[in-house]
């Protein structure tokens, strides 16, 4: 896999699943990180754009009709116009959110659910499966521990290595976190020795207003009055995204145009980008930490709780599980030209306590399949493992 830096140009607005129509709504909010399906739509048009093919000829060379060389290949290398299904031999991982050092880009991941920090102290502590309880989930089922004075730190990010370190069991040191407003940004945060922080360090969201304007005459509309939520990354911010050594890189590097309004970016290939490895084989017990959203058929889990779907037929029990609030994803399809359907996805962070009689090898995503998209191709469903 190649590692390749998304480097903002501009502002980027990537939009959240709300509705936004005119005469509908006047507010529309941005996301960060965007999904993959946002980023796989950008890295595939700048392939084709590499290649010097238009969308006509794309569309032409996807149904077979007379084409140009460079449209076949465009085909090969991103599959069909408009069939989710099969990329060609486009796979991706991520996106994860990187940060530019003097040497190097160190990824950052979601505060993990289950890690838990005290409001006053800033100690943190590991929030571990509770006692077991009678409910819908059966009787072997513990919901998660609470614990008094500490809570959860949804929009809170830590960098690569203090991730590897709890995914052993490690607690953070308390000196490693740092208010809202204590540093300019991540990378002066994390030049000061700090590791965990709060969103604001990576991006801010920058608001912009309008008024919509008749088609015909021009003039603006009285009550159309609109606000748009851009998001400005910080300093050293970017996006990291692997894709498969089958796609030339020169085909990859370059300015191309991603999400809403088509905003400007750079892509750079980057080296030395390590996520947590997997174990070699899985057994005993296990949690799972998402780190891009991940689809279930019943929201949160596989339908009827059977999670031997999911991994690759062994029996799995899962024993408790800690949730972010999940992300509804939908997208629009220019293929058909409307809105796909919109489905909860489990948030990167969330965690899911696991035991096994079996020993398996790690797989390479957890998720399900939403709507016949190849979600595994794009990126969903990336996790780590860690100990409990």
């Given at each position: 896999m190649t590692w390749l830096e998304i480097r903002p140009r501009d502002v980027w607005l990537f939009r959240d699943g709300k509705?936004?129509?005119?005469?509908?709504?006047?507010?529309?909010?941005?996301?960060?990180?965007?999904?993959?399906?946002?980023?796989?739509?950008?890295?595939?048009?700048?392939?084709?754009?590499?290649?010097?093919?238009?969308?006509?000829?794309?569309?032409?060379?996807?149904?077979?009709?007379?084409?140009?060389?460079?449209?076949?290949?465009?085909?090969?290398?991103?599959?069909?116009h408009g069939d989710m299904s099969d990329f060609g031999k486009f796979n991706m991982c991520g996106p994860f959110v990187g940060l530019r050092t003097n040497s190097s880009t160190i990824p950052l991941f979601p505060v993990p659910a289950d890690l838990f920090k005290h409001s006053k102290t800033h100690d943190f502590r590991l929030s571990r499966p509770g006692q077991s309880l009678s409910s819908d989930m059966g009787e072997d089922f513990s919901f998660p521990e609470v614990i008094e004075d500490f809570e959860n730190l949804p929009g809170y990010w830590?960098?690569?290595?203090?991730?590897?370190?709890?995914?052993?069991?490690?607690?953070?040191?308390?000196?490693?976190?740092?208010?809202?407003?204590?540093?300019?940004?991540?990378?002066?945060?994390?030049q000061a020795g700090k590791h965990i922080w709060h969103s604001q360090l990576v991006y801010q969201n920058d608001n912009r207003f309008g008024?919509?304007?008749?088609?015909?005459?021009?003039?603006?509309e009285e009550g159309q009055l609109y606000q748009v939520q851009f998001v400005r990354p910080q300093s050293g911010i970017g996006l990291l995204v692997s894709v498969n050594d089958e796609i030339p890189t020169y085909l990859?590097?370059?300015?191309?145009?991603?999400?809403?309004?088509?905003?400007?970016?750079?892509?750079?290939?980057?080296?030395?980008?390590?996520?947590?490895?997997?174990?070699?084989?899985?057994?005993?017990?296990?949690?799972?930490?998402?780190?891009?959203?991940?689809?279930?058929?019943?929201?949160?889990?596989?339908?009827?709780?059977?999670?031997s779907e999911v991994f690759g037929g062994h029996e799995v029990t899962l024993k408790s599980v800690v949730l972010y609030r999940p992300l509804k994803i939908g997208g629009w399809s220019n293929a058909n030209n409307r809105a796909r359907a919109m489905h909860n996805y489990v948030a990167p962070g969330?965690?899911?306590?696991?035991?096994?009689?079996a020993t398996f090898q790690p797989l390479e995503a957890i998720t399900q399949v939403p709507n016949k998209i190849n979600v595994k191709a794009l990126g969903f469903g990336q996790y780590a493992i860690g100990q409990w």
């Amino acid at each position: 896999m190649t590692w390749l830096e998304i480097r903002p140009r501009d502002v980027w607005l990537f939009r959240d699943g709300k509705p936004f129509s005119a005469g509908e709504d006047h507010s529309a909010h941005s996301m960060f990180p965007p999904t993959p399906l946002t980023v796989q739509g950008a890295l595939r048009q700048k392939i084709s754009e590499s290649l010097g093919v238009s969308l006509w000829q794309y569309k032409n060379a996807s149904k077979g009709k007379t084409s140009t060389n460079e449209a076949e290949q465009a085909v090969a290398f991103i599959g069909k116009h408009g069939d989710m299904s099969d990329f060609g031999k486009f796979n991706m991982c991520g996106p994860f959110v990187g940060l530019r050092t003097n040497s190097s880009t160190i990824p950052l991941f979601p505060v993990p659910a289950d890690l838990f920090k005290h409001s006053k102290t800033h100690d943190f502590r590991l929030s571990r499966p509770g006692q077991s309880l009678s409910s819908d989930m059966g009787e072997d089922f513990s919901f998660p521990e609470v614990i008094e004075d500490f809570e959860n730190l949804p929009g809170y990010w830590m960098t690569g290595d203090t991730f590897k370190a709890y995914l052993g069991n490690s607690v953070p040191d308390s000196s490693k976190f740092t208010e809202e407003g204590a540093y300019q940004d991540a990378l002066t945060a994390y030049q000061a020795g700090k590791h965990i922080w709060h969103s604001q360090l990576v991006y801010q969201n920058d608001n912009r207003f309008g008024v919509s304007t008749n088609a015909l005459t021009s003039f603006r509309e009285e009550g159309q009055l609109y606000q748009v939520q851009f998001v400005r990354p910080q300093s050293g911010i970017g996006l990291l995204v692997s894709v498969n050594d089958e796609i030339p890189t020169y085909l990859l590097e370059g300015t191309m145009t991603i999400g809403g309004e088509q905003r400007q970016a750079k892509v750079e290939k980057v080296e030395n980008v390590a996520l947590p490895a997997h174990p070699e084989s899985i057994s005993g017990q296990f949690k799972v930490i998402f780190l891009t959203p991940t689809y279930f058929d019943d929201g949160w889990q596989p339908k009827d709780g059977d999670w031997s779907e999911v991994f690759g037929g062994h029996e799995v029990t899962l024993k408790s599980v800690v949730l972010y609030r999940p992300l509804k994803i939908g997208g629009w399809s220019n293929a058909n030209n409307r809105a796909r359907a919109m489905h909860n996805y489990v948030a990167p962070g969330s965690v899911y306590y696991f035991q096994t009689d079996a020993t398996f090898q790690p797989l390479e995503a957890i998720t399900q399949v939403p709507n016949k998209i190849n979600v595994k191709a794009l990126g969903f469903g990336q996790y780590a493992i860690g100990q409990w």
